[in-house]
């Protein structure tokens, strides 16, 4: 079945250590997202992707980095500059002209 | 620039109880408008949609009409069940971006 996967879905690690959320989407979207919920803040962007080897910054980019090097995977390194990086995160994808998200199930970071 | 206005929750309905979820916008040109649902745990699916004023988005009884005048696009349903019980959001897609209200939470007694 297409869809888009994230793993894993329950993370922890410890203060000061980065990791590494990974998305993978075999809908053959161009458009690849990322967002951080908080509770009651909805949803908000960290970054997104219209083609590999390209990506820009959403409205809250500090302490995160992405990459695209496939089209099918957009992976989210949470750093150690991330003020407060436990939360939610969800990954989307859309088709290049759609204008339909199609959302992962989300990872729950938990960093203690 | 875009943004996204819902009521706050929660709201706690009976059983066939008529549902009403407010949302209002603020987008430069003209937005495509959504309603999300989410799930305890889970991501978010898309409810319904509109792209244009005075289109009707409507599914699993949810409706919702894009009111260009008065840049809103309510989520209504005429009876609620236990099963509607979850988390409603507005968004709007403005360019490339998607952006999305703080979400209202639903819980449906029997």
């Known amino acids: 079945d297409g869809g888009i996967t994230q793993s894993p879905k329950y993370l922890f690690r410890k203060e000061g250590q980065n990791v590494t959320l990974s998305c993978e989407q075999n809908?053959?979207?161009?458009?690849m997202y990322w967002y951080r919920q908080d509770p009651g803040q909805g949803l908000r962007l960290i970054y997104y992707s219209q083609i590999v080897n390209d990506f820009q910054k959403g409205d809250i980019a500090e302490g995160y980095s992405v990459s695209r090097e496939k089209k099918e995977s957009f992976p989210l390194t949470v750093t150690s500059a991330q003020k407060n990086p436990t939360a939610f995160y969800l990954c989307a994808s859309r088709v290049s002209g759609g204008n339909e998200q199609f959302f992962g199930p989300g990872t729950r970071l938990t960093v203690l | 620039g875009n943004s996204v206005t819902q009521m706050e929750g929660p709201v706690t309905l009976s059983e066939e109880a008529f549902l009403t979820i407010n949302c209002t916008y603020t987008a430069t040109g003209y937005p495509s408008l959504f309603w999300y649902v989410q799930y305890p745990g889970e991501g978010l699916q898309l409810l319904l949609k509109a792209t244009k004023a005075d289109d009707k988005g409507s599914n699993k009884g949810f409706e919702a009409t894009y009111r260009k005048e008065t840049t809103s696009f309510h989520l209504e349903k005429g009876s609620v069940q236990v099963s509607d019980s979850a988390v409603y959001f507005c968004?709007?897609?403005?360019?490339?971006?998607?952006?999305f209200g703080t979400g209202t939470s639903l819980t449906v007694i029997p």
């Open positions: 968004a709007l897609m403005s360019g490339n971006q998607f952006y």
């Open positions: 809908l053959n979207h161009d458009a």
